[in-house]
């Protein structure tokens, strides 16, 4: 349905959607505020049904190319879900935008900060998008500086800083205060044993075969993981995903209440 | 003997030392042990790139992961891939979930890719990064139809004019998955792609250690053939090929801080227990 465009022809697609786009955003304030409501119900249960039709009605044709007759529209479908994420996207960027601008605008507190988020948003929107359009090398010298050079080990220390906290955190509060603090910290140190080769060395000598190869700290850790963590992850997931499966009957229906849901449109 | 309450800068500054001095300094350790999800995980990629059916077919590396969880997702992203160009097997670079996976693996997959002799567009593809919230319908549009769910790769060149995608065009033409990730991403991959072709495709995941458990479960029902748990992971698998890299100086790092920890938790105790005699022996 959709066919990718190149050059010229890209350009008058872009201005195309775009235009298309605002007339479509203009009629949808123009619905009276009654059948607001009405319409997003029947489009969301629209939207849901194609996937849920297309999931379960029966396929046909050759075993390796088996379909029914929804199956070629699934790529307009996930073309049409980037493009409303897109609308999402910009939508957010233009509330990030505008809350730290007025921020700084009146210099309140923190004012700094903002001025630091969107001078930030700023030159990586030109460095990145820039490197990918413009041939120049100040454009790939400043990505270089402010992606590689900033971004990257900047989120690689934030993420990092995590390791000392875990530090501080198993001294002050990791103690075997009952039957169940004292099972975990075994257990925490078996699996902590078991992870690293230093630990494993401790059991090397003995024969991983036979019964005996069940006291090398890398088996038991693996034990631990397999026999004793993969049931309990396996009976959280099933949790979730029936409560998932309930709350997307009750999106996709429109039963939804509370915040977002009943406020007037 | 009373342990003295240790402040919190001096154990930053001992975890300092700890990862550092190992990353310097060569400190000698001991071959780690081979794990069964490591092991299945190179059996894996042996047996893809082997077996007539498969050894032709397209390996999908898909990238979600940015810099910070580097150390473990980009030493098991090289490590795994000089063993899958070492098959000479084509493969193509993918991201959804971290939009620096795209760069990272790319430009990983770039370097290795050059010493090994391959070339882009005839070995190797980069398809980009596509947004994460449509995901679902992304891949199940890419089952029947490769080149028009995806279009483009990270060049603009249309698929479908890329010489090493001419034979590559669905999901039976898909032999191999990696998920290389810093979240639980690769369900993505089960739910949707992996079992929507005439045969199942073999995948393998490569989480952050914290995300390892919440795999094993996939590991036990067979929906994933093997996994790389890690940063240990990774250096296991560098055992296994006999090929050290950053993994391997690595984990003298982590094998001594994770001792650190174990001390660190054994003197907490140590203290609570005195501290606790001690108002006991107070109150009598």
Redesign the interface.
Known sequence: MFQ?Q?GAALYTHLAGAAVVSVILFFALTLVPTKLRRPLIMAVTFAAGLF?ALEFFWPVSGP???Q?NFL?SY??P??DI??VL??F??GLGVYSLVSIHMRKVARTQSGWAYSLVLIVSMIVMVIAHIGKEYIKSPWVHQLNEFA?SGL???L??T??SII??Y???A???A???RSTEATIL?VSA?II??G???????IT?AIP?EGLTANL?V?NMA?WI??KV???A??AI?FGLGVGGLATALRLWLSLERGSYFEEEL | MRIPQ?D?RV??M??ALV?SIPLLVNVP?????I??PTKSFYETIETVSTDPKTKDKLVIISCNF??????ENLSQLEATLNLIVSKRMKFAIFAFNDP?GR?LGGSTAQRIADKAGYKYGEDWVNWGF??P??IQ??L??MV??LH??L??DVK?T?LSTIPVMANYK?A?DVGLIIEYAAADTVKYWVQFFQRA??TPIATLFCPT?VMA??A??M??TGQLQGML?GL?GA?EFETLMKRPGFATRA??S?????????L??I???VG?IQDRKRQQGATK
């Open positions: 990718v190149h996937y075993e390796s190319d379909k199956t699934i790529k479908f996930s879900t980037t994420q897109s999402a996207l992606y971004m990257k080990s989120d690689a934030m993420f390791a000392f875990i530090v501080s198993a001294y002050r990791f103690r075997i910290l140190g902590m044993l992870q690293v080769a230093i630990g494993q060395a090397n991983n090398r890398e693996n993981l397999k963590n993969s049931p992850i396996m997931d | 240790l919190r154990l930053y001992l975890l990862v350790l001991p071959p780690p042990a794990t069964p940015g810099s910070g969880t580097l150390a620096q760069d596509r947004p919230q449509g319908s992304l199940k549009a029947n139809d028009g769910a279009g483009t603009g249309k669905k039976d072709g005439t250690s458990n919440e094993y479960p590991l036990e748990v240990k250096n984990s003298a982590l094998s001594y801080s994770h001792l650190l920890i174990i660190l938790i003197l907490g105790n609570m």
